[in-house]
């Protein structure tokens, strides 16, 4: 496993446990067997080129269970890497340089298309801090 990669612990922790086998931004339904290509792990603060020795890069609180690719056309994964500047807004992408504890991941709240607003903790989970609004 590379550098600034997530543990295979952390993907299945993500995706069956927290994510309930669903994108986290829409909901699709999702299958494991289309790992790679129907939907990814998404890193929210970039490992950068090269990968990261920091330990919060792989943390459940950086990773989102995204449909699609980040370089093919379709899904949320794609939509968080075209549309950066909403993608940082909403919580899909946290700026990789900014080194202050507000932009920890486990403090950086992301926003559903449902509407609500949630934080992902370093254990696994995801609480919703704020209702549909």
Same mark, same amino acid.
């Given at each position: 496993? /590379?550098? !600034?990669?997530?543990?295979? /612990? %952390? ?11 669903? &994108?986290?931004? &829409? ?6 067997? *289309? ?12 490992? $950068?080129?090269? $990968? ?9 609180? @950086? /990773?989102? %269970?995204?449909?699609?690719?980040? %370089?093919?056309?379709?899904? &949320?994964?794609? +939509? /968080? *890497? ?19 504890? *507000? ?6 709240? =992301? ?5 609500? +607003?949630?934080?992902? %903790?370093?254990? !696994?989970?995801?609480? *919703? =801090?704020? $209702? @549909?609004?």
């Amino acid at each position: 496993m /590379a550098v !600034g990669e997530f543990t295979p /612990a %952390t993907v299945r922790l993500v995706f069956f446990d927290r994510d309930r086998e669903r &994108c986290f931004r &829409c909901l699709r339904p999702l299958q494991w067997h *289309e790992r790679g290509f129907g939907w990814s792990l998404h890193h929210r603060r970039p490992r $950068g080129m090269g $990968g990261s020795k920091d330990p919060m890069v792989n943390s459940p609180a @950086n /990773a989102l %269970t995204l449909c699609g690719h980040a %370089t093919s056309p379709t899904g &949320c994964h794609h +939509w /968080a *890497e075209k549309n950066r500047d909403v993608a940082f807004e909403l919580g899909y992408l946290i700026p990789g340089t900014a080194r202050t504890d *507000e932009y920890r991941p486990e403090r950086v709240r =992301v926003r559903r298309l449902s509407g609500g +607003w949630w934080l992902l %903790t370093v254990d !696994g989970r995801a609480v *919703e =801090v704020e $209702g @549909n609004s």
